[in-house]
T-cell receptor, first 113, second 115 residues
Framework: SQQGEEDPQALSIQEGENATMNCSYKTSINNLQWYRQNSGRGLVHLILIRSNEREKHSGRLRVTLDTSKKSSSLLITASRAADTASYFCATDAGYNQGGKLIFGQGTELSVKP | NAGVMQNPRHLVRRRGQEARLRCSPMKGHSHVYWYRQLPEEGLKFMVYLQKENIIDESGMPKERFSAEFPKEGPSILRIQQVVRGDSAAYFC?????????????FGSGTRLTVV
């Protein structure tokens, strides 16, 4: 298995419901980031949480980080059809690793109207 | 601010040809990163460059692949003698510093198809 594994691989919900995606990683990190990718498009940065933070909010997004379990979760509340996309977590080991990101395999979210 | 610009958006090459992918970072950004995304997979780091320097190329295949970021102009990812397995989406990201506290800005990618 590799750094930044996510589950579930696919998630299908109705509009208005909440969507929760989980990410696990293996090595120490400086921060963890979540990105969204619409089909055939580039990645959009959603939110970054540092290793000394436990929870962060941005609009309808809530991210948690548990460094003892090496895991993170992304919660999207009151989902909309426009939230349909793939969501990736990415870990950043910081300056000594040149800032390169290690991505998970992603969760494909489908929000049905 | 036009963001990170990649071109071409789509590129078709026959086996054995060369592919050149270009990336212009955001204004003020001097750090560029290239990632490859194979079908149904997440992104994999390839190379990290600053102006005129390769900082980390640990993710680059040993043969046929090269990257540069000249003093003037865009960063170029070059793939020589392409094979079908090179078919993928190639994304470029940029940042203003190595220890980037705000996440990275990605381009829309170049989708390479080798026929």
């Amino acid at each position: 298995s590799q750094q930044g594994e996510e589950d579930p691989q696919a998630l299908s919900i109705q509009e208005g419901e909440n969507a929760t995606m989980n990410c696990s990683y293996k090595t120490s990190i400086n921060n963890l980031q979540w990105y969204r990718q619409n089909s055939g498009r580039g990645l959009v940065h959603l939110i970054l949480i540092r290793s000394n933070e436990r929870e962060k909010h941005s609009g309808r997004l809530r991210v948690t980080l548990d460094t003892s379990k090496k895991s993170s979760s992304l919660l999207i509340t009151a989902s909309r059809a426009a939230d349909t996309a793939s969501y990736f977590c990415a870990t950043d080991a910081g300056y000594n690793q040149g800032g390169k990101l290690i991505f998970g395999q992603g969760t494909e979210l489908s929000v049905k109207p | 601010n036009a963001g990170v610009m990649q071109n071409p958006r789509h590129l078709v090459r026959r086996r054995g040809q060369e592919a050149r992918l270009r990336c212009s970072p955001m204004k003020g950004h001097s750090h560029v990163y290239w990632y490859r995304q194979l079908p149904e997979e997440g992104l994999k780091f390839m190379v990290y460059l600053q102006k005129e320097n390769i900082i980390d190329e640990s993710g680059m295949p040993k043969e046929r692949f090269s990257a540069e970021f000249p003093k003037e102009g865009p960063s170029i990812l070059r793939i020589q003698q392409v094979v079908r397995g090179d078919s993928a989406a190639y994304f470029c990201a940029s940042s203003y510093s190595r220890d980037n506290p705000g996440g990275y800005t990605f381009g829309s990618g170049t989708r390479l198809t080798v026929v």
